[in-house]
Structure formats: structure tokens, C-alpha cells
């Protein structure tokens, strides 16, 4: 009986290590069962840093805004975008102009609505390149006059829809943008009208950004969607025309982030600012918008497991949300871990949904319990099969950062907390 266990332990070892396709989940939760694993939490260290650049072109949303928030500080949010025609050889051949408008389809918020933008649109002075890298950190080049019309704030309404040209449309901010603005489009030569890539050759495109007082709060647009464009009213012997300069596949956009941390809480500061890694032990940080990881060493774990005649049946790491109730802060629907190699490049663990699937990999958020867990059975594995590793560890940030605005607050490593950050760990000894 002994020897028949010994074989099956010695076969699933030989299972975990070598298998590349997706981990049967059915198989792992047999295992825990059958196996009779042995249950440990090893102590691990973890800090709050500034994040990396993160690339935001041609995403399925932009981000526009301004917000205050007690513990992370300001965020201000803009993009920049390249405007294409409808069809070719578009004429304006007498037309008068009415107004000119910068619609931008809502695709969520995140912050206080109630709270006024303040906005500002301005011309690209360097055209957008379809084969460059843009990352939140390109601030682009533009003129310095701003093209909105009226000084006035706007209240951002993502979820009411709008009556316009007759019609019932779906919720967008209307930004109205000066007559000189609207003339200068109509008067383009024929020649610049003829094509989307004669076009986009003088006329680059917009920036947008917007300043806010108090809370403030972050819009999602959907910069594709049928709503968003450059509206431009007119007449033409007297009978009303509208044309539309839409943003298209063929034009480039990108988001762009700043972040202001001296008004943030000072534990964030001294921790994420001044590098005071011992605050780990007590709270960590991750936010999106190219602003906070965590960086998880897991240096105790390769020790612990050095040597050892092991098999890792399951492996977790659980986090806990301390400010559930943040008011206008919200945590995010889900978390992504980043495995650190020893050049400081950043790769999927290969535990992650890529290589397996979101049910069984993890990072969602559980309401009931405040928790996020990461399932990491394989890369743990994988550490032991190699006898340690030259990984730098694992990076905690937000899912789709380059296209959200949400941060959270979890507890630290310190065990003295029951919530704490923790790797918990079911092995079987053979």
C-alpha cells in the first residue's frame, strides 16, 4: 500500500511538472482529497511602489478627467486622437456654419458625477504615428488655445441618454468647440478632403483633458462608438446639413495619465514615495491608471520548499480589501499578477488565464468575503522542480489599468492581522 501511494504522489509530481496545456481543476480538487495535503501558510514580504509606464494606444476605451482621492491623491486623465472622413472626396462647397461639436460616447465613470469638468480641448501640433509606442506617460504636443466654446463646467451623465437631431441617442458628453474651430474644417482645400490620410496630414487631431474642484471623477469613453466624433452643423442654401468626423480604425489615439501624490495619505507617501518597504507589513496599495503595484517577494516560500520531497496540490495567494465602503472609490472588479524575471521584464505567471482559464487562475473580486485570491499551484511547482528560482518575485496590479480608474487598500503581510496578505499553501510529503 505504501509503495502504490508513493507511485501515485511520484505521478502527479511528474504531472504538475510537465504539463503546458490547461490544469484540470476537477484534478486538482481529486488531489487535495486523495492525497490527504497538509496545509501552511509561509511568511512572505511585500511593498507598495510606483508602477511602470503602461501602454495605452489604441485601446477599446479613453479615459477623460480629474479626481481627488483621500489616500492616493490626484489623478487627472486625457487622450489624443486622430479624426478620420466619412468616405472620400467629402465637399463643403458653400456651407455656412451653425456650430461645431466634440461628442464623446459614455462607456462608464468612476468617481463623483456631481462634481463639474472643467474642459479642454486643444490641437495636436505633432501628428500621431500608426507604427509608434505611446504609453500613459507621452504628454502629446498641442496648441495652446483651447477650443471649448463656453467656460462653463460640464456634469458628466453616463447613464442618461440624449435627445439630439430629433433622435433618442445613446448617453455621450457634448462639448461645444468655437465657431473659428468649426470654419476651419469647413474650409479645408478639396484636395485635404479627399482622403482620410490627406486629411489626417493637416489636420492632426484633438487633446482632450478636463480639471475638476472637490471629488471629481474619470469618464470612460468609447472613442469608436456611433456617438463620439467631431460634429459639425451647417447650411447650405439654407438647408440644414451635419457631418461627422468620426475616430475610425484608421486613426490613432492614446491615453495619457499624471498622477500628484502630495495631497495622498501619509502612510501612502512614506511608503510608496519615500520607500518605507516595513509599511507593507501593515497596508498595501494598487491603483490603476499607471499609479501603484505591490511587489510580492516570495524568496520564504523557494526556502522553505528547497530540498524538500513535495508536492504542491494547491497553492494561494489571498489578499483582503480593508475600505470596502470608500465611497466613491471603488475597488476593482479584478486583479492581475505579473511574474518578475531577473532583467526586471515582467511575464504571466503560468498559472494565468492565458495558459488556463479565469475560473480556476482567480483575481476577481469576492464581495462577501473582500477577498481576491490568486491560484498559483503551478508556478509553485515550477519553483520547487528547479530547486529555486531567479524570478524577482511577483507584481499585484490592477486588470486593465490603462483603461480604468479604480485603486484598492488591502491588508499587509504582518500574521498578526487574520486578513493578511497570505501564500497559503496544500503540499503532500512523499
Not at 27 to 37: F, I, S, V
Not at 89 to 107: C, E, I, K, R
Not at 272 to 291: F, K, R, S, W
Request: charged content about 15%; proline content about 3%.
Amino acid at each position: 500500500m505504501k509503495k502504490y501511494f508513493l507511485f501515485v504522489v511520484i505521478t502527479v509530481g511528474i504531472f504538475l511538472c510537465g504539463c503546458k496545456k490547461e490544469i484540470d481543476e476537477i484534478g486538482l480538487n481529486l488531489q487535495e482529497g486523495l492525497l490527504n495535503a497538509t496545509y501552511i501558510e509561509i511568511p512572505i514580504t511585500a511593498h507598495s511602489c510606483l508602477d511602470d509606464s503602461i501602454y495605452t494606444k489604441n485601446l477599446i476605451y479613453t479615459l477623460v478627467g480629474d479626481i481627488q482621492d483621500p489616500v492616493f491623491g490626484k489623478t487627472n486623465a486625457g487622450f489624443c486622437a486622430q479624426f478620420a472622413l466619412q468616405g472620400s472626396n467629402t465637399s463643403f462647397t458653400g456651407a455656412v456654419l451653425d456650430s461645431v461639436v466634440l461628442a464623446m460616447q459614455y462607456a462608464g465613470y468612476y468617481g463623483d458625477t456631481l462634481c463639474g469638468l472643467q474642459m479642454g480641448v486643444y490641437e495636436l501640433t505633432e501628428k500621431l504615428d500608426k507604427d509608434s509606442y505611446y504609453s500613459c506617460d507621452n504628454q502629446p504636443a498641442h496648441h495652446g488655445q483651447n477650443l471649448v466654446y463656453s467656460s462653463s463646467s460640464i456634469l458628466p451623465q453616463p447613464n442618461t441618454k440624449v435627445f439630439v437631431d430629433s433622435v433618442t441617442n445613446a448617453a455621450h458628453m457634448r462639448v461645444r468647440l468655437s465657431n473659428s474651430f468649426g470654419n476651419k474644417l469647413l474650409q479645408l482645400p478639396t484636395s485635404t478632403l479627399a482622403t482620410t490620410e490627406a486629411f489626417q496630414e493637416e489636420f492632426y487631431g484633438l487633446v482632450i483633458k478636463a480639471t475638476s474642484n472637490g471629488t471629481g471623477n474619470l469618464c470612460y469613453i468609447s472613442p469608436t462608438a456611433a456617438m463620439s466624433g467631431i460634429m459639425v452643423y451647417y447650411k447650405v442654401n439654407g438647408e440644414s446639413k451635419k457631418y461627422t468626423f468620426p475616430v475610425t480604425t484608421a486613426c490613432t489615439r492614446y491615453n495619457f495619465f499624471t498622477h500628484d501624490y502630495t495631497s495622498a495619505s501619509q502612510d501612502f507617501q512614506r511608503q510608496v514615495i519615500q520607500g518605507d518597504t516595513t509599511l507593507g507589513e501593515e497596508t498595501l496599495y494598487v491603483q490603476a491608471t499607471g499609479g501603484v503595484k505591490t511587489h510580492v517577494d516570495l524568496t520564504p516560500v523557494a526556502q522553505w520548499m528547497k530540498g524538500k520531497h513535495i508536492v504542491i496540490n494547491k497553492a494561494e495567494l489571498i489578499m483582503t480589501n480593508v475600505r470596502p465602503n470608500d465611497g466613491y472609490f471603488e475597488q476593482p472588479n479584478g486583479l492581475g499578477i505579473q511574474r518578475v524575471l531577473s532583467g526586471g521584464a515582467t511575464t504571466y505567471v503560468p498559472d494565468d488565464a492565458t495558459y488556463t482559464s479565469t475560473s480556476y487562475f482567480g483575481g476577481t473580486y469576492d464581495s462577501d468575503s473582500k477577498q481576491y485570491s490568486f491560484r498559483l499551484t503551478y508556478y509553485l511547482q515550477e519553483i520547487l522542480k528547479y530547486g529555486g528560482t531567479t524570478d524577482k518575485g511577483l507584481n499585484i496590479v490592477v486588470s486593465g489599468a490603462a483603461i480604468r480608474g479604480n485603486r484598492l487598500v488591502f491588508r499587509g503581510t504582518q500574521a498578526n492581522y487574520e486578513d493578511h496578505l497570505k501564500m497559503a499553501i496544500y503540499y503532500t510529503e512523499y
